[in-house]
Protein backbone atom coordinates (compact mmCIF):
# COMPACT_ATOMS: atom_id res chain seq x y z
CA UNK A 1 0.00 0.00 0.00
CA UNK A 2 1.09 3.56 -0.57
CA UNK A 3 -0.40 6.92 1.32
CA UNK A 4 -0.70 9.68 -0.84
CA UNK A 5 -0.66 13.63 0.06
CA UNK A 6 -1.25 15.90 -2.72
CA UNK A 7 -0.48 19.73 -2.41
CA UNK A 8 -0.19 22.85 -4.32
CA UNK A 9 -3.99 23.90 -5.33
CA UNK A 10 -5.16 27.00 -4.66
CA UNK A 11 -6.83 30.21 -6.57
CA UNK A 12 -5.83 31.59 -9.80
CA UNK A 13 -7.15 33.59 -12.61
CA UNK A 14 -8.22 32.16 -15.98
CA UNK A 15 -5.12 31.94 -17.96
CA UNK A 16 -3.08 31.21 -15.15
CA UNK A 17 -0.78 28.05 -13.86
CA UNK A 18 -0.51 25.74 -11.37
CA UNK A 19 1.77 22.88 -10.72
CA UNK A 20 0.69 19.92 -8.49
CA UNK A 21 2.36 17.43 -6.23
CA UNK A 22 1.60 14.23 -4.53
CA UNK A 23 4.19 12.56 -2.52
CA UNK A 24 4.16 8.70 -1.75
CA UNK A 25 4.87 7.00 1.27
CA UNK A 26 5.30 3.16 1.72
CA UNK A 27 5.79 0.75 -0.17
CA UNK A 28 7.97 0.91 -3.25
CA UNK A 29 6.53 3.67 -5.77
CA UNK A 30 7.60 2.55 -8.36
CA UNK A 31 5.39 -0.40 -8.42
CA UNK A 32 2.36 1.88 -9.62
CA UNK A 33 1.11 3.71 -12.36
CA UNK A 34 -0.37 6.91 -10.97
CA UNK A 35 -2.89 9.16 -12.12
CA UNK A 36 -4.66 12.25 -11.48
CA UNK A 37 -8.42 12.75 -11.05
CA UNK A 38 -10.62 15.76 -10.24
CA UNK A 39 -14.45 15.79 -8.99
CA UNK A 40 -16.71 19.26 -9.47
CA UNK A 41 -19.26 19.77 -6.57
CA UNK A 42 -22.45 18.35 -7.87
CA UNK A 43 -20.71 16.10 -10.77
CA UNK A 44 -18.75 12.42 -10.59
CA UNK A 45 -14.98 11.70 -10.20
CA UNK A 46 -13.47 12.18 -13.45
CA UNK A 47 -10.02 11.10 -15.14
CA UNK A 48 -7.29 13.86 -15.89
CA UNK A 49 -4.29 12.44 -16.35
CA UNK A 50 -2.32 9.46 -15.96
CA UNK A 51 1.30 7.79 -16.12
CA UNK A 52 2.84 4.50 -16.13
CA UNK A 53 5.43 3.37 -13.31
CA UNK A 54 8.41 3.70 -16.24
CA UNK A 55 7.12 7.39 -16.78
CA UNK A 56 7.77 6.44 -20.50
CA UNK A 57 3.50 6.65 -21.38
CA UNK A 58 1.16 9.39 -20.27
CA UNK A 59 -2.56 9.67 -20.91
CA UNK A 60 -4.92 12.39 -21.19
CA UNK A 61 -8.45 13.42 -21.29
CA UNK A 62 -9.66 15.48 -24.10
CA UNK A 63 -10.41 18.50 -22.24
CA UNK A 64 -7.00 18.99 -20.87
CA UNK A 65 -5.03 17.67 -23.42
CA UNK A 66 -2.29 20.71 -24.44
CA UNK A 67 -3.12 21.90 -21.66
CA UNK A 68 -1.95 19.84 -18.93
CA UNK A 69 1.14 18.02 -18.37
CA UNK A 70 1.57 14.67 -15.92
CA UNK A 71 5.07 13.65 -14.67
CA UNK A 72 6.99 11.41 -12.09
CA UNK A 73 10.11 10.89 -10.65
CA UNK A 74 10.70 7.70 -8.85
CA UNK A 75 13.63 8.64 -6.96
CA UNK A 76 11.16 11.51 -5.06
CA UNK A 77 8.52 9.05 -4.78
CA UNK A 78 6.56 12.04 -6.18
CA UNK A 79 4.09 12.87 -9.68
CA UNK A 80 3.04 15.96 -10.67
CA UNK A 81 0.52 17.67 -12.39
CA UNK A 82 1.68 20.92 -14.57
CA UNK A 83 -2.02 22.90 -15.48
CA UNK A 84 -1.34 25.60 -18.07
CA UNK A 85 -4.13 28.07 -19.88
CA UNK A 86 -6.58 27.54 -16.64
CA UNK A 87 -10.17 27.43 -17.35
CA UNK A 88 -13.03 28.25 -14.72
CA UNK A 89 -14.43 24.40 -15.97
CA UNK A 90 -11.29 23.57 -14.29
CA UNK A 91 -12.23 24.10 -10.99
CA UNK A 92 -12.49 21.19 -8.88
CA UNK A 93 -10.88 18.96 -6.09
CA UNK A 94 -8.09 17.06 -7.21
CA UNK A 95 -6.77 13.87 -6.32
CA UNK A 96 -3.83 12.01 -6.88
CA UNK A 97 -4.22 7.88 -7.00
CA UNK A 98 -2.02 5.06 -7.46
CA UNK A 99 -2.57 1.40 -8.99
CA UNK A 100 -0.24 -1.67 -9.03
CA UNK A 101 1.31 -1.51 -12.62
CA UNK A 102 -0.73 -3.31 -14.98
CA UNK A 103 -1.23 -4.05 -18.64
CA UNK A 104 -1.85 -0.70 -19.49
CA UNK A 105 -2.78 2.54 -18.55
CA UNK A 106 -6.40 3.22 -16.59
CA UNK A 107 -9.20 6.20 -16.59
CA UNK A 108 -11.70 4.59 -14.53
CA UNK A 109 -11.53 5.53 -11.04
CA UNK A 110 -12.92 2.15 -10.41
CA UNK A 111 -8.95 0.60 -11.59
CA UNK A 112 -7.17 2.95 -8.94
CA UNK A 113 -6.74 1.38 -5.38
CA UNK A 114 -5.09 3.92 -3.43
CA UNK A 115 -6.16 7.73 -3.22
CA UNK A 116 -4.89 11.17 -1.42
CA UNK A 117 -6.83 13.80 0.52
CA UNK A 118 -7.41 16.04 -2.48
CA UNK A 119 -6.20 19.38 -3.19
CA UNK A 120 -8.57 22.28 -4.04
CA UNK A 121 -8.24 24.00 -7.37
CA UNK A 122 -9.83 27.68 -8.25
CA UNK A 123 -10.01 29.15 -11.60
CA UNK A 124 -11.85 32.64 -11.34
CA UNK A 125 -12.94 33.95 -14.90
Known amino acids: QVQLVESGGGLVQAGGSLRLSCVAS????????MGWFRQAPGKEREFVAA????????YYADSVKGRFTISRDNAKNTVNLQMNSLKPEDTAVYYC??????????????????WGQGTQVTVSS
Open 51 to 58: IRWTGGST
Open 26 to 33: GRTFSSYD
Open 97 to 114: AARLRGNGIRSSPDDYSN
